[in-house]
T-cell receptor, first 121, second 109 residues
Framework: GAGVSQSPRYKVAKRGQDVALRCDPI?????LFWYQQALGQGPEFLTY????????KSGLPSDRFFAERPEGSVSTLKIQRTQQEDSAVYLC???????????????????FGSGTQLSVL | KNEVEQSPQNLTAQEGEFITINCSYS?????LHWLQQHPGGGIVSLFM???GKKKHGRLIATINIQEKHSSLHITASHPRDSAVYIC???????????FGPGTRLSVLP
C-alpha cells in the first residue's frame, strides 16, 4: 500500500473486554514497531519485529499485551482483559533497511500509521 | 539509562519568528529522527540524521554527536507549523527507537 495502515481508527471497549489492533505496514518493510502514546506524552516503545521474529517485547506493560506478525507483514496487537489505564493511542511504524547493509542499519526512515485510539470505559 | 529529553516543552511564537527546538540524549546513538505530529495523531518523519546538518524548505536539523544534542530550526514560522515536534533516537545498544516527550509548538498569526 501507499502507507502504513492501522485499523480500527477508534475503538471503545468495556473494561475486561479483549481487543485486537491491526497494522498493515508498507509492503516489503522488514522492521515493524508498536508504540503506545498516552494523552500529552511522547510515544512509548512496546515491541519490535524483524520480519516475523519478535526481537524485543520489553516495552509490553503486562502479560495482557501480546503482539504477533506471523507472516512477516501484517501485525496484530492484542490486549486481553482491557483496563482503563490501557486507554491510549497505539501507533505502528515500519521501516525498510537500506539495501546491502543488512537488517539492523543506522539510517532507517520510519513511516507511521495514523494510530488506533483505544478508549476503555 | 537511555533517555531522550527535549526543550522547551511548550513554545508559542508569532508568525515569522525563527524557532529552535532542542533534543539531548544520554548515550551514543546510531540515528536520530525529528518527527511532526499534528492534532489527530498522524506522525510524519521530517528528518533522519546520523551526523551534520540537513535542510528541507524552512526546516533545518543539526546534530552534534560529541555533545549528544540535536536541534530543529524553523525559519519564517507559519501557523500551519503548529504541531508537536518529537525527537526519536536509536541508541547504539538498542534496536528500537526511544522518543522524547515532544515540544508543543503554537504559531500565532
Amino acid at each position: 500500500g501507499a502507507g502504513v495502515s492501522q485499523s480500527p481508527r477508534y475503538k471503545v471497549a468495556k473494561r475486561g473486554q479483549d481487543v485486537a489492533l491491526r497494522c498493515d505496514p508498507i509492503s516489503g518493510h522488514v522492521s515493524l514497531f508498536w508504540y503506545q502514546q498516552a494523552l500529552g506524552q511522547g510515544p512509548e516503545f512496546l515491541t519490535y519485529f524483524q520480519n516475523e521474529a519478535q526481537l524485543d517485547k520489553s516495552g509490553l506493560p503486562s502479560d495482557r499485551f501480546f503482539a504477533e506478525r506471523p507472516e512477516g507483514s501484517v501485525s496484530t496487537l492484542k490486549i486481553q482483559r482491557t483496563q482503563q489505564e490501557d486507554s491510549a493511542v497505539y501507533l505502528c511504524a515500519s521501516s525498510l533497511p537500506r539495501p546491502g547493509q543488512g537488517v539492523l542499519v543506522t539510517n532507517e526512515k520510519l513511516f507511521f500509521g495514523s494510530g488506533t485510539q483505544l478508549s476503555v470505559l | 539509562k537511555n533517555e531522550v529529553e527535549q526543550s522547551p516543552q511548550n513554545l508559542t511564537a508569532q508568525e515569522g519568528e525563527f524557532i529552535t527546538i532542542n533534543c539531548s540524549y544520554s548515550v551514543g546513538i546510531s540515528a536520530l529522527h525529528w518527527l511532526q505530529q499534528h492534532p489527530g495523531g498522524g506522525i510524519v518523519s521530517l528528518f533522519m540524521l546520523s551526523s551534520g546538518k540537513k535542510k528541507h524548505g524552512r526546516l533545518i536539523a543539526t546534530i552534534n554527536i560529541q555533545e549528544k544534542h540535536s536541534s530543529l530550526h524553523i525559519t519564517a514560522s507559519h501557523p500551519r507549523d503548529s504541531a508537536v515536534y518529537i525527537c526519536a533516537v536509536k541508541f547504539i545498544n538498542g534496536q528500537n527507537f526511544v522518543f522524547g516527550p515532544g515540544t508543543r509548538l503554537s504559531v500565532l498569526p
